[in-house]
């Protein structure tokens, strides 16, 4: 119910107002978010590669319906791109996408207009020594999604993917995706779907989350196993170890001001992790689902707030 709750509030305009207008707000969201510039996620990336992480930056900003703002976050990305290489730490960090950030939602050619602009983001990628990873939103953009990757990996067979285990369809487009060279990160989900997609039990989407990490550890491509939950992580160390994946071959991802001391640990333990960097203006919606994943991210929220944070 909670969790619904706030997935709801995520959309609404009027909670949008509400919280982004109380000032003990802002030091909350730093914890989630590492800044609202280019130089912001600059430098987000280059603490975190001290401590031997990489980072994959995300721009923040969905469902735009404006051709110029797709524009101008296409122009975001080239910008944070060009920095990332001239600090020579395109090695350690790529960029993450949502395609209704960059025209999929608008009401007239917009699965092209996404495509046109996510080749624009992947040709700076290229030049700057780097990727890109699609990321995944509600199920309705799924098919989408999907076919766009395809369509960049013609030319950009490095092209990441994103899949939600919560959704009923996953396990067989796991299997679809663990192709060699195909990268795709696996996550569990933070939109709220249909039950007829999704699975809504904790237990199911545990389930689902472990069969799906079992097609991809099995099968040829790149996992990115991004989960915060340490059976999860035990599972999927256990799964390699079983196929005899080396280090290199896989990694594990987790979100920025989530679980630290664990990112620091699989970090020393000698497995690649990276940290998935949020940066922007436009943190609502990303914040929203964040706290909506955990209750101790909202009893963090309310204590904050009420200045005991």
């Known amino acids: 119910m909670l969790r619904s709750a706030l997935l709801a509030a995520a959309r609404s305009a009027n909670v949008r107002r509400i919280v982004t207008a109380n000032p003990l707000t802002g030091p909350v969201v730093d914890r989630y978010v590492a800044g609202t510039s280019a130089a912001d996620a600059v430098a987000?990336?280059?603490?975190?590669?001290?401590?031997g992480m990489h980072t994959s930056l995300d721009h923040l900003g969905?469902?735009?319906?404006?051709?110029?703002?797709?524009a101008d976050t296409v122009n975001a990305y080239r910008a944070v791109l060009g920095s990332l290489g001239d600090a020579g730490l395109a090695g350690r960090a790529e960029v993450s996408v949502k395609l209704s950030a960059v025209g999929?939602?608008?009401?007239a050619d917009g699965e092209k207009i996404a495509l046109d602009n996510a080749r624009l983001i992947c040709e700076a990628a290229a030049a700057a020594g780097t990727t890109v990873t699609l990321d995944m939103e509600d199920h309705t953009t799924t098919d989408s999604t999907l076919g766009i990757l395809r369509d960049l990996r013609v030319d950009f067979?490095?092209?990441?993917?994103v899949l939600q285990a919560y959704l009923r369809r996953?396990?067989?487009?796991?299997r679809d995706l663990a192709t060699a060279g195909s990268r795709v990160r696996?996550?569990?989900g933070a939109y709220a779907e249909p039950a007829s997609v999704a699975f809504a039990e904790r237990s199911e989407v545990d389930r689902s989350y472990v069969r799906c990490l079992r097609v991809l550890l099995d099968g040829a491509g790149y996992p990115m196993v991004a989960t915060h939950d340490p059976r999860m992580i035990e599972i999927a160390l256990d799964l390699a170890a079983r196929g005899a994946r080396s280090a290199e071959s896989f990694e594990f991802q987790m979100l920025y001001g989530i679980r630290p001391d664990e990112q620091e640990r699989l970090a020393a333990a000698g497995h690649r992790l990276r940290v998935y960097v949020a940066y922007g203006d436009q943190w609502y919606g990303y914040?929203?689902?964040r706290l909506a994943e955990r209750p101790a991210n909202l009893a963090f929220f309310a204590r904050s707030l009420l200045g005991r944070g």
């Open 44 to 51: 987000a990336t280059s603490a975190l590669a001290a401590r």
């Open 170 to 174: 996953t396990e067989q487009d796991c």
């Open 186 to 188: 696996l996550c569990k």
């Open 287 to 289: 914040f929203m689902r």
């Open 104 to 107: 999929q939602s608008l009401p």
């Open 62 to 70: 969905e469902d735009t319906l404006d051709a110029g703002q797709a």
């Open 157 to 161: 067979p490095w092209v990441g993917a």
